[in-house]
């Protein structure tokens, strides 16, 4: 009976390592298409680690968001990010308050300017994130974009 | 899903400005069918590829927190009046297109 259990054990104890395999290789293999996981880890500071492998980030003035200050329609909200630091390789815009922060990223070229307008969803009010690689390094600014229900306008 | 895209690209002093508007429902996952109460599956576009003379000058990733017909404005440098751009792009459920535009 003992050994029956044991050898059961064993058995469950396998599948789940073959699972649990099968499970790191996935997210991998995800990643160099689409990184799914960034787009669905909650917290900013975890999809930005997700996305880019570090989260720290240095506040930016050099960054400028355009936003509405108070959008209408939460479904289409313009967001606009530009940004006067040197050699940018990605914008990402992320959403503080959505159940997955992350909604878009941009990787640009050489020859791109650091500028990308866009249309997001924002679910209530929260503050947008834009994130800006350049050099190698993060940056990050921030602005308050207030979502009302009910289209009284505000 | 032929002509889902919308481009316009113009240039002005060196720099190239390309707005487009894809048409794609870009469902969440999230939303319920209000007449059946059951999920609308997750329906979203993944990647938007800009490339000028086969050169990649944007790769978008979007996730579904992207409006519904997305919309995406760049602006680069490098191209000439009446050089094409090609738009391509995939999503959550293996469906694509591409797009080709002139600069005016």
């Given at each position: 009976m003992k050994r029956r259990t044991l050898l059961k054990g064993s058995l469950t104890a396998s599948v789940a390592g073959v699972a649990a395999a099968a499970g790191l290789l996935a997210p991998q293999m995800v990643l160099a298409a689409w990184p799914k996981a960034a787009f669905t880890v909650k917290g900013v500071d975890n999809a930005v680690k997700t996305l880019m492998?570090?989260?720290?980030m240095a506040d930016s003035g050099a960054i400028k968001i355009k936003a509405p200050?108070?959008?209408?329609?939460?479904?289409v909200v313009n967001i606009a990010v530009t940004t006067?630091?040197?050699?940018?390789?990605s914008i990402s815009i992320l959403v503080e308050k959505n159940a997955s922060p992350l909604t878009s990223s941009f990787n640009l070229s050489a020859?791109?300017?650091p500028f990308i307008k866009t249309r997001v969803k924002v679910a209530k009010t929260s503050s947008v994130i834009a994130v800006v690689k350049s050099g190698g390094k993060l940056f990050k600014a921030g602005r308050e974009v207030k979502v009302t229900i009910g289209g009284c306008g505000g | 899903m032929a002509n889902s895209i919308r481009p316009r690209a113009w240039v002005d002093s060196g720099v190239t400005t390309l707005k487009m508007i894809i048409s794609h429902p870009m469902e969440t996952g999230l939303r319920k069918d209000k007449a059946t109460g059951k999920k609308i599956p997750a329906h979203y576009i993944e990647s938007v590829i800009v490339k000028h003379n086969d050169k990649v000058v944007l790769d978008a990733l979007l996730g579904p927190a992207v409006s519904k017909n997305p919309f995406i404005q760049c602006k680069f440098k490098g191209a000439a009046k009446g050089d094409a751009l090609k738009i391509s792009w995939t999503d959550s459920k293996g469906g694509s297109d591409t797009g080709e535009v002139k600069i005016s």
């Open positions: 492998g570090s989260n720290s200050a108070i959008a209408e329609n939460g479904a006067s630091l040197k050699n940018v390789s020859v791109t300017v | -």
